[in-house]
């Protein structure tokens, strides 16, 4: 067996990115899933992640793996019988729709999200990951793309904080939320809520048809004098990903796959008030909540009457609305969240970047509930490719940059 000590440091000539085979691929989802299968068993892990590669998203190329090797050495010097060469370091890329919105006009673009950024224990502390980073942001801006449509941005979602991926070119944006307890709330005296009805999975891909043409419909209203804007497509290929993860685990762990997807209020198209959810177990003990969170994947206010900015995923103020009947309907959402997060053994309800409204709604379940500013852990983190000066996360807006956009 070899030893860690003939190995190059991460500035080696000799390193490279490259794509794993599949033996190379199963060495890393051993190392990672030790520290990331959550609730699951490492074997269960696996079959997770072969599952989730090849949806609508995922397949013909959706999703892209990458590995750090050393090029002067053609097997792992730490297991010579083996004839996978050593990964130094690992990620996936997913190739997601997007659209970017710069003096005056919207175009579609490639972006890519980065996720599962992995170094093993025994190999860390010798710039591995660094050196991963550096090779990646220069592979992605040209990575798919056609002479039609280009590259403009990446984004990844950081659990080390904000440090280590800016210095490699991801720079951290708004990464917030507000979140309520699962079960019941005692609604707030004088408060009444509208109804919401359940959403099932028939039901969101027209839904997700209507919210692209809301965001284009935003982006196309912008100023021309207003800096750059991106956004995400939240298409139903992306929320079916969420879910079919969602899916896997919940048989896992429960012998049974959600069905409620989500909630709406409004029957005239137009007017309605919806979100997407997705359920998230982290605790090893199925009879256990603690640490399971209900992630809000989007929430979408339909009347283009209100602030494009409102329901988007964009910070507004501090909870103070000027709408009781849009805050209240946005209660009736998360109350019926909260009841399903009490059902799947969720401990809380989770919205990122809340806009006004959707903390104003929070607000009527519980009045305790405040936005809370992540440091540390799902640290939104985006690159922008085309030329420019000093920092972009002052010079761009990030519309929706809510769950849904997160691998």
Not at 249 to 254: N, S, Y
Not at 376 to 394: K, Q
Request: charged share 25%; net charge negative.
């Amino acid at each position: 067996m070899g030893s860690t000590l003939d190995l190059p440091g991460g500035n080696s000539p000799t390193l490279a990115l490259v794509h794993p085979t599949e033996e190379e691929k199963l060495i890393q989802f051993n190392l990672n899933g030790a520290e990331w299968r959550g609730a699951l068993s490492l074997q269960a892990y696996l079959r997770r992640e072969q599952i989730l590669s090849s949806q609508t998203l995922t397949r013909d190329g959706g999703i892209t793996y990458w590995i750090l090797v050393d090029t002067a050495t053609e097997t792992n010097p730490l297991d010579p019988s083996s004839s996978a060469r050593l990964p130094l370091a690992s990620c996936e890329t997913y190739r997601k729709k997007a659209l970017v919105w710069q003096d005056g006009l919207v175009c579609e673009t490639i972006a890519h999200g980065i996720g599962s950024v992995f170094c093993a224990p025994h190999l860390r502390k010798r710039g591995y990951a660094a050196r991963m980073m550096q090779e990646l942001g220069k592979a992605l801006e040209t990575h798919q793309t056609t002479k039609d449509k280009e590259c403009l941005f990446s984004v990844l979602y950081s659990d080390i904080g904000k440090k280590f991926y800016a210095e490699h070119g991801w720079e951290p944006f708004d990464s917030a939320h507000v979140s309520l307890p699962a079960g019941m709330s005692k609604l707030v005296a004088g408060k009444s809520l509208l109804t919401a009805q359940p959403l099932y999975e028939e039901d969101l891909a027209s839904l997700c048809e209507i919210d692209e043409a809301l965001i284009r419909k935003t982006l196309n209203s912008r100023a021309k004098d207003q800096k750059a804007a991106v956004a995400f497509i939240p298409d139903i290929e992306t929320i079916q990903w969420h879910h079919a993860r969602e899916d896997f685990v919940g048989r896992e762990l429960h012998g049974k796959a959600p069905k409620v997807r989500g909630a709406i209020v409004g029957t005239e198209q137009g007017k309605r008030i919806w979100c997407y959810w997705t359920r998230m177990w982290y605790n090893q003990d199925p009879k256990e909540s603690a640490g399971n969170t209900l992630h809000i994947l989007r929430l979408v206010v339909e009347d283009g009457g209100h602030s494009s900015w409102e329901g988007t995923g964009a910070k507004q103020g501090n909870g103070s609305s000027n709408d009781d009947e849009r805050d209240a309907a946005i209660a009736a959402l998360f109350l019926m969240a909260q009841q399903q997060a009490e059902e799947w053994k969720m401990e809380h309800v989770e919205a990122w970047n809340p806009s006004s409204a959707v903390l104003a709604a929070a607000q009527m379940l519980d009045p305790e509930a405040q936005v809370v500013e992540r440091d540390r852990d799902s640290i939104a983190s985006l690159r922008w490719y085309p030329h420019h000066e000093g920092p972009v996360a002052g010079s761009i807006d990030w519309v929706g940059n809510e769950k849904f956009g997160w691998c």
